[in-house]
């Protein structure tokens, strides 16, 4: 085993975009530790997996002991991990929106705060958090895990700040649409109302079709690799063409045009 080589913990590496990019890191000259929720082979294409429940206090505690049991340090965390909602927002309860951020927000914030103290005594180290365009842009249907990834935007950019000072810096790697398995980790609302039904069928259409001819979980992790190895890293890092043409329209152009455009790219009546 080389104790030289940098640590990275990645979370909700089992599938998609989260395994792609824990083979990139390793491919990178890291060495890798990924979670899941359930068990899986315990060492594929050279990545350590182990069991976390980022929901689970406990279960976030213990993981992170196992990797500095393991490897000591950990220089890199990206926090992966989360879940997808397409419905009206209308649609979901509030223990079911409730349970979305449990994931995609406080999962996040329960990694991180376990990961710091070690990172603080290192006076050393970088956390990736992996946002979305839609934690830029309004998403019809998506309104409630648009929700969770303006969070995580406003989570990551003030705690960057905080931590600047211990040596630690926070970046946000923002994914467009992404060619993945659709229905992996897509939550449906919990009280399907017939008012919807006829959009929500639609915009399932759409993005069925949209991530079909998305960008390849590789792109998204030549940026997180990029983003990890950056000696002056930026705040953002937007993840593939599209994701760079709407952050810069998202930043320069006024609202009224943003508005039609969206609507337009959704099928909406401008």
Partial sequence: MNNDKRVALITGASS???????VALKQAGYRVFGTSRKAVSSDVDGI????CDVTDETSVQQMV??????????????????IGLLGGAEESSSAQAQALF??????LLRVTNAVLPTLRHQKRGRIINMSSLLGLIPSPYNALYASTKHAVEGYSESLDHELR???????????????T????????????LPFY???????????????QTGDKPEVVAAVVVQAANAAEPKRRYPAGKQARQVSLLRRFLPESMVDRALRKFNGMPV
């Fill in 48 to 51: 350590t997996m182990l069991i």
């Fill in 16 to 22: 998609g975009i989260g395994r792609i990019t824990a």
């Fill in 197 to 211: 039904d006829l959009e929500r069928s639609r915009m399932g259409v759409l993005m069925r079709n949209w991530v």
């Fill in 65 to 82: 002991a196992e990797v500095l049991k393991q490897a000591g340090r950990i220089d890199l965390l990206v926090n992966n991990a989360g």
């Fill in 102 to 107: 449990d994931v995609n927000v406080f999962g």
């Fill in 181 to 192: 398995a659709f229905e992996d980790n897509l939550v449906r609302p919990d009280r399907q």
């Fill in 165 to 179: 000072t211990f040596g630690i810096r926070v970046v946000l790697v923002e994914p467009g649409l992404t060619s």
